[in-house]
């Protein structure tokens, strides 16, 4: 695992071959986890700052936490499928770079804000559709560059792309934890300067080669790349399954966790909401690393459709208001299987795509995350104004449930055999 890493990090300018036919040094997977760490990071401590400002500083219902994580999350529904269609037509590289660099800008603004005591939900609503208008554009592009720059095992690849995700992002959120101490400003500063060295990282990475294929338009590839995934028995299941955590469990730790935190737990809303994200993520890291180590994975619907369960169980675990330290450890319990998801859900788009599509077919995989996400923060932060939190916890278990049914009986992810190592 360590020498794995380590390989990334550490090696030396060794050619290897890409999966479309060319080749790339090692040095360009560096400059990619380069740029995956410095965006992650940030993400991380936003994760934990954003609801904190929004529950805690500005004391706002569930209702209007939810319409605020909703502007993190809407843009996606709006332009990631562009943003597919803008990685598999353009150079990844310039849209990872010029995405940095208007990434930098939202936290530097919010900094200044809050030194000058202006902070507003209005404000904070125009930061999150900034920033998940930024992100909608530049997921396409990295999953798109990272194929390129893989080698042969595209599942380790992606394997150690999640890994170098889930510690970075880990780390934003330990830092976030200190907001008290250091105070919100300084850190959304630091969070622009690390944003805009990932746009520096950017622009090592390889230029993607030049043809002269004539693209149709950007709405027509869009339409195409919609098309393609729906009439795939492999691409559409997947993608039903990622909506659907979007709805039903990306919703509940974007608004039900920091809910239950300010409510329930007494105390630093900023360290109990950090340690508890870090057991959920930290716990990640391990099942991701797990299945570095472990290597190939023939049965990887299979392993989407048992961790998808164990969702399932740990949500309805939350429904009886465990103490603190049960909350976090039911948190770890979920990250676990959340890690295998992310892994072997990508792995399978990565794989199964074909390369003409890839981008959008990503782009439409990480839209089932991103996409679902503001419907469910929006009817778990209405539910728990009515019913509160814990019992809202019941549509996410009743839900997915449903979807496990539906994905048994009507598609073929159970039996789902890869047959290459990718």
Not at 341 to 349: A, E
Not at 374 to 390: E, F, T
Request: proline residues 4%; positive net charge; aromatic residues 10%.
């Amino acid at each position: 695992m360590i020498t794995s890493i380590a390989a990334i990090f550490g090696g030396g300018g060794r050619l290897m071959a890409t999966s479309d036919g060319q080749t790339a040094s090692s040095g360009s997977l560096r400059w990619y986890m380069v740029g995956q760490a410095t965006w992650f990071s940030s993400i991380g401590l936003q994760f934990v700052l954003f609801p904190i400002l929004v529950t805690n500083v500005l004391d706002e219902t569930g209702t209007r936490l939810g319409l605020a994580q909703v502007s993190l999350s809407a843009p996606a529904l709006l332009f990631m499928l562009l943003g597919g269609a803008t990685a598999d037509r353009s150079d990844p590289r310039t849209i990872l770079f010029r995405i940095h660099l208007f990434a930098a800008l939202p936290p530097l603004a919010l900094a200044s804000a809050l030194n000058l005591d202006f902070l507003s939900f209005e404000l904070l609503v125009a930061y999150g559709v900034c920033m998940g208008t930024a992100t909608a554009f530049a997921m396409p592009a990295r999953d798109a560059t990272l194929t390129r720059v893989a080698g042969s095992n595209v599942q380790k690849a992606v394997t150690l792309a999640l890994a170098v995700q889930q510690t970075t992002q880990l780390a934003g959120m330990s830092l976030a934890i200190f907001a008290s101490k250091v105070g919100f400003a300084l850190l959304f500063a630091i969070q622009s300067l690390v944003i805009l060295g990932g746009g520096l990282a950017a622009r090592q990475l390889p230029k993607k080669a030049g043809n002269d294929t004539v693209h149709p338009s950007r709405l027509q590839a869009m339409k195409d790349g919609l098309t393609y995934v729906m009439k795939s028995d492999v691409l559409a299941p997947v993608i039903a399954a990622m909506f659907a955590v979007g709805v039903f469990y990306v919703g509940a730790i974007l608004v039900l966790f920091p809910l239950i935190v300010r409510d329930f737990y007494p105390g630093d809303d900023a360290l109990e909401l950090g340690v508890a994200n870090i057991f959920f993520w930290g716990a990640t890291i391990i099942s991701t690393l797990f299945l570095l180590r472990f290597g190939h994975i023939a049965r990887r619907g299979r392993g989407v459709m048992i961790a998808l369960f164990l969702g399932v169980l740990v949500v309805f675990g939350y429904t009886f208001e465990p103490p603190y330290w049960m909350f976090c450890l039911l948190a770890f319990a979920w990250g676990l299987g959340a890690g295998c998801v992310m892994v072997l859900g990508r792995t399978i788009v990565q794989s199964e795509a074909d390369e003409a599509f890839r981008g959008r077919a990503l782009s439409i995989f990480q839209l089932g995350f991103a996409g679902g996400a503001p419907l469910g923060s929006l009817i778990m932060g209405v539910l728990a104004d009515v019913i509160g939190p814990h019992s809202t916890m019941w549509f996410s278990v009743i839900g997915m449930t449903l979807v496990l049914a539906w994905l048994m009986l009507k598609s073929r992810l159970w039996t789902l055999h890869a047959h290459n190592t990718l």
